[in-house]
Nanobody
Framework: QVQLVESGGGSVQAGGSLRLSCAAS????????MGWFRQAPGKEREGVAS????????YYADSVKGRFTISQDNAKNTVYLQMDSLKPDDTAMYYC???????????????????????WGKGTLVTISS
């Protein structure tokens, strides 16, 4: 049974930090794209960061570049999203997702789209107050 279990969401003030975790199980973790998406009320789900589990390729959306860091622990099949310098605009439900690898503009796992992903977690809520 495929499972992606997110944790680490919460409420912090602007400028604060949070670290999200996503534990994956039930599918082959290697040679996959793993990504973090977010969806704010009334908005479309957007990919904020992704990585290739068997390589060095990492992607960040412009809106989070320099503030968020995606990483993984292959031994634990776990992906992390370190979020620093948080802003009220970062308030959203954050989802972990996994899918077969893809190539966009020369970047493996680049520009993640929800359509590329096969597996989804249930989400963890991040609320940033001003």
């Amino acid at each position: 049974q495929v499972q992606l279990v997110e944790s680490g969401g919460g409420s912090v003030q602007a400028g604060g930090s949070l670290r999200l975790s996503c534990a994956a199980s039930g599918f082959t973790y290697s040679s996959r794209c793993m990504g973090w998406f977010r969806q704010a009320p009334g908005k479309e789900r957007e990919g904020v960061a992704s990585l290739y589990t068997t390589g060095d390729s990492i992607y960040y959306a412009d809106s989070v570049k320099g503030r968020f860091t995606i990483s993984q622990d292959n031994a634990k099949n776990t992906v992390y999203l370190q979020m620093d310098s948080l802003k009220p605009d970062d308030t959203a439900m954050y989802y972990c997702a996994g899918g077969k690898s893809w190539l966009v503009a020369g970047t493996v796992c680049g520009s993640p789209s929800p359509n590329y992903m096969d597996y989804w977690g249930k989400g963890t809520l991040v609320t940033i107050s001003s």
